[in-house]
């Protein structure tokens, strides 16, 4: 049965950054498209990035505007989301998924 953990958040300050890991056990991360998506109390979940299989295309978020990078590792069985100048209306609770597996999530919160 395929497993889905995310790691990596935390509190930072307006224009740092942070790399969310996201561990699949129980498959392979590189038969998967994974993806990152956020959400925030009273609203609905956003899509944040995707990676396809072949690892070759990799798509985002329209707010992410070149700030944000999916990549995976496949010896570690590893996705990843690398996050820079972050900002305020970042923080929100992001989630990894392989396909429709999802992790619990990882709280992001970026103060001013």
């Known amino acids: 049965q395929v497993q889905v953990a995310e790691s990596g958040g935390g509190l930072v300050q307006a224009g740092g950054s942070l790399r969310l890991s996201c561990a699949v056990s129980?498959?392979?991360?590189?038969?998967?498209?994974m993806g990152w998506f956020r959400q925030t109390p009273g609203n609905e979940r956003e899509f944040v990035a995707t990676?396809?299989?072949?690892?070759?295309?990799?798509y985002y978020g329209d707010f992410v505007k070149g700030r944000f990078t999916i990549s995976r590792d496949n010896a570690k069985n590893m996705a990843y989301l690398q996050m820079n100048n972050l900002k305020p209306e970042d923080t929100a609770v992001y989630y990894c998924?392989?396909?429709?597996?999802w992790g619990q999530g990882t709280q992001v919160t970026v103060s001013s």
């Open positions: 129980g498959g392979t991360v590189s038969r998967f498209v």
């Open positions: 990676l396809s299989r072949d690892g070759e295309n990799s």
């Open positions: 998924a392989a396909e429709d597996k």
